[in-house]
């Protein structure tokens, strides 16, 4: 996602690199995942996930300090990116009020509100996840999500934004749109570990259908890269704002590749070296951000002409894992 936000000529290689999609539909899809894996472990001493409404918290609490710190750092010293705050400027209390509400996201900080926003709806919706004995529960709970994000296909947010000022910048993701990824990934984990807890043939038509699903990924590729003479589907389909319906289907027949990868080397994908990162997500990604903007308020002969615009993005990245690596608890031997 870093070298993806840092712009070509690195982003032009790995943006979408694999079909009609990006980096950031794993990025929601795994935190449902993960995090109904985590819910299901601490249910029992915290039934009711009290730690994803402390999580969002701090989620929020990031975020408001990195808007803050940039907002105030454009004023004085990266004028670059002053207008990215514009809203905030022209309209310093409503803008603070939405913004802390966050309704106003300027452009890459309007991730982590929407992970604030799916962590506390996520703390009403994963203990009734946990508790599903039947796939059908799981189906039945994951249905909500589907109707939203098929209403979202039609004009869902453009109706919830004209209810706001004009002036407000609402980000590039929508919330109707990407709570679909978020929670599909929490009803996958719950589905799947009912399916081999109850041995169901589900399990064995899944493995079964991996060939199928590696024609599928290999079409997806080869079209979305024009390497076949057939015409790329509309904005509908692959829309990444509302997250098309080709879109999503593409991501999720990558995933299920990823699993059966999984399945079948359990090592190959495990770079251990760079473990830590997942461990201070919120730390990362909150740098991250600021690495951006600094990065665009980077002179342009240096932002664009080589080996900056390579050497730059590289050691972000390097300099990311050394904070993950550097917040990482010491570890003492007792003797």
């Given amino acids: 996602m870093t070298l993806d936000h840092f712009g070509k000529p690195i982003?032009?290689?790995?943006?979408?690199?694999f079909g009609f999609f990006s980096a950031a539909e794993g990025f929601f899809f795994l935190?449902?995942?993960?995090?109904?894996?985590?819910?299901?472990?601490?249910?029992?001493?915290?039934?009711?996930?009290?730690?994803?409404?402390?999580?969002?918290?701090?989620?929020?609490?990031?975020?408001?300090?990195t808007l803050l710190v940039l907002c105030l750092a454009a004023i004085f010293a990266l004028h670059d990116v002053a207008h990215?705050?514009?809203?905030?400027?022209?309209?310093?209390?409503?803008?603070?009020?939405?913004?802390?509400?966050?309704?106003?996201?300027p452009e890459w900080l309007d991730v982590l509100p929407l992970y604030v926003i799916f962590l506390l709806l996520?703390?009403?919706?994963?203990?009734?996840?946990?508790?599903a004995e039947r796939k059908r529960t799981v189906v039945l709970l994951w249905l909500p999500s589907l109707a939203i994000w098929l209403l979202d296909q039609y004009g869902l947010r453009d109706f919830c934004n004209s209810l706001f000022p004009s002036w407000i910048s609402h980000g590039d993701f929508d919330p109707f749109g990407w709570q679909f990824v978020y929670f599909s990934g929490a009803?996958?984990?719950?589905?799947?570990?009912?399916?081999?807890a109850q041995g169901s043939c589900a399990v064995s038509v899944v493995k079964k259908s991996t060939p199928a699903l590696l024609a599928l990924l290999a079409f997806g590729f080869v079209w979305s890269h024009q390497f076949i003479p057939l015409q790329l589907p509309g904005d509908f389909f692959v829309n990444k704002v509302h997250v098309g319906p080709l879109r999503f289907a593409n991501f999720f027949v990558f995933m299920l590749t990823i699993c059966w990868i999984v399945r079948t080397w359990p090592n190959?994908?495990?770079?251990?070296?760079?473990?830590?990162?997942?461990r201070h997500s919120i730390d990362v990604y909150t740098v991250h951000i600021v690495m951006i903007y600094?990065?665009?308020?980077?002179?342009?002969?240096?932002?664009?002409?080589?080996?900056?615009?390579?050497?730059?993005?590289?050691?972000?990245?390097?300099?990311l894992?050394?904070?993950?690596?550097?917040?990482?608890?010491?570890?003492?031997?007792?003797?």
């Avoid at 472990?41 to 994803?52: E, N, R």
């Avoid at 009803?187 to 081999?196: G, H, S």
């Fill in 84 to 105: 990215f705050f514009k809203p905030i400027y022209e309209h310093p209390i409503q803008g603070i009020l939405w913004s802390v509400l966050l309704v106003n996201t």
């Fill in 122 to 131: 996520g703390s009403f919706v994963f203990p009734f996840l946990v508790k």
């Fill in 11 to 17: 982003s032009h290689y790995l943006y979408q690199c």
């Fill in 31 to 65: 935190s449902g995942f993960v995090g109904l894996l985590a819910a299901t472990s601490k249910g029992v001493k915290d039934p009711k996930q009290h730690w994803m409404r402390w999580r969002a918290l701090k989620t929020w609490r990031y975020h408001a300090v």
């Fill in 268 to 278: 190959l994908l495990d770079f251990r070296p760079t473990n830590v990162m997942g």
């Fill in 321 to 335: 894992w050394a904070l993950a690596k550097f917040r990482e608890p010491k570890r003492t031997n007792l003797t």
């Fill in 187 to 196: 009803a996958v984990a719950r589905w799947w570990n009912i399916a081999k």
């Fill in 294 to 319: 600094l990065w665009m308020s980077t002179p342009k002969a240096i932002r664009y002409h080589e080996p900056w615009d390579i050497v730059v993005p590289l050691v972000a990245c390097v300099l």
